[in-house]
Structures are given as C-alpha cells and as structure tokens.
C-alpha cells in the first residue's frame, strides 16, 4: 500500500474511510492473516507524514526498524500518559 496523496486522502475520507493517526511513542500492533503467525507490535519512533498520517519508522521488539505503511491489518494504541 503506497501512501495516500492529498487528492486520494479527500476522495477516501468522502467515500466514509477513516485515517489512520499516530504519534511518537505510540504502539503498533500488526495482526496477522495467517494462522499460526503471531501479531508483531512496535513502538513508532518517527512520524513521517502530515498531521500524523503514515509513514511510521517503528522499532519492533527484535530490535527491527522498519518504515511502515500500515494497512488494514494494524491497529494504533496510544501511548499512556505517565503520572
């Protein structure tokens, strides 16, 4: 999945489809399709896009960074506000 132009974002957003939003610090889960994979999650180190849309450089527990274009499949948790 490519990133999503200006043009494209305001096209999805009419068509009902929501945007996916993150901020440094905040957890991505990567749920997997196929049974018997296990879901990867990752802290996002970097937001590349505006506004805190996609692309996310995210450290994933193995130490892995990756640029990610999250797709269907992920979810964001947001960071927890320490007290």
Do not use: K, N, W
């Not at 974002?9 to 996916?20: A, I």
């Not at 296990?38 to 450290?59: K, N, S, T």
């Amino acid at each position: 999945m490519g990133y999503l132009s200006s043009a494209r974002s305001r096209q999805r957003l009419l068509q009902g489809g929501t945007f996916m939003r993150a901020t440094v610090g905040d957890r991505l889960h990567v749920h997997s399709r196929v049974v018997g994979i296990e879901q990867r999650q990752g802290e996002i180190i970097e937001v590349r896009g505006q506004d805190g849309e996609p692309p996310y450089l995210v450290r994933f527990a193995d130490g892995h960074e990756s640029l990610v274009y999250p797709g269907p499949d992920c979810l964001i948790e947001p960071r927890v506000a320490e007290d």
